[in-house]
């Protein structure tokens, strides 16, 4: 007798790449089988068969559950209570931004190969970092992302960059948190998440 009372929610923390762009796994670039993923919600608050083709972020999901299950807000939350779009209602535009550096060392290099993307509506940049490449694409009429534009749109490529550098210089250090217990560092191994030997 839960179900009527229960919120469901399917999601995913990234995506897959398959060699749609030249690589395998995740977290080694900023494309779309990357980045869209999942968000399928159901129970109360959400109305049934709704599709959304309004961009979220996958911070938005811990403000839209705690207003769907009447939870008051955190007072330094991260992301939006996107639950209004389920009534038809518009959210503010926005950018989006994200990154990746798993497993991208640059041989003979200390820094890390970062990518990472700033999308406004449907234009999406792309920037290494280290290569120092940038790639625009638009998402509504090339959604599989293979059509670079960042030459033909000079203004949506430094109007983005510049997003990108602003993000940049907000960015705050991380919180220390303390190293896991050894139980911890066991169960993380198991799972494949203890890291490589350089990290430990």
């Given at each position: 007798?839960?179900?009527?009372?229960?919120?469901?929610?399917?999601?995913?923390?990234?995506?897959?790449?398959?060699?749609?762009?030249?690589?395998?796994?995740?977290?080694?670039?900023?494309?779309?089988?990357?980045?869209?993923?999942?968000?399928?919600?159901?129970?109360?608050?959400?109305?049934?068969?709704?599709?959304?083709?309004?961009p979220?972020?996958?911070?938005?999901?811990?403000?839209?559950?705690?207003?769907?299950?009447?939870?008051?807000?955190?007072?330094?939350?991260?992301?939006?209570?996107?639950?209004?779009?389920?009534?038809?209602?518009?959210?503010?535009?926005?950018?989006?931004?994200?990154e990746?550096?798993?497993?991208?060392?640059?041989?003979?290099?200390?820094?890390?190969?970062?990518k990472?993307?700033?999308?406004?509506?449907?234009a999406?940049?792309?920037?290494?970092?280290v290569?120092?490449?940038?790639?625009?694409?638009?998402l509504?009429?090339?959604?599989?992302e293979?059509?670079?534009?960042?030459?033909?749109?000079?203004?949506?490529?430094?109007?983005?960059?510049?997003?990108?550098?602003?993000?940049r210089?907000?960015?705050?250090?991380?919180?220390?948190?303390?190293?896991?217990?050894?139980?911890?560092?066991?169960?993380?191994?198991?799972?494949?998440?203890?890291?490589?030997?350089?990290?430990?």
């Open positions: 007798g839960l179900v009527d009372d229960t919120l469901i929610v399917l999601t995913s923390d990234h995506g897959e790449e398959f060699q749609e762009h030249g690589s395998v796994l995740h977290g080694r670039t900023q494309y779309q089988e990357l980045l869209a993923i999942p968000w399928i919600l159901a129970g109360p608050g959400v109305p049934a068969g709704l599709v959304l083709d309004t979220v972020h996958g911070v938005d999901l811990a403000p839209t559950l705690r207003a769907l299950l009447g939870v008051a807000p955190q007072a330094a939350m991260d992301g939006l209570d996107v639950s209004p779009l389920f009534a038809g209602r518009a959210l503010e535009p926005r950018l989006f931004f994200a990746a550096d798993q497993n991208n060392r640059v041989p003979g290099q200390q820094e890390v190969d970062r990472v993307m700033v999308r406004r509506g449907a999406k940049l792309i920037e290494d970092r290569q120092g490449r940038l790639e625009l694409y638009d509504a009429a090339d959604p599989r293979t059509r670079e534009l960042s030459a033909a749109r000079p203004a949506d490529t430094d109007e983005l960059r510049a997003a990108l550098e602003r993000f210089a907000g960015a705050r250090a991380g919180q220390p948190i303390a190293a896991p217990s050894d139980e911890e560092q066991r169960r993380l191994d198991a799972m494949g998440y203890g890291g490589d030997d350089d990290d430990k």
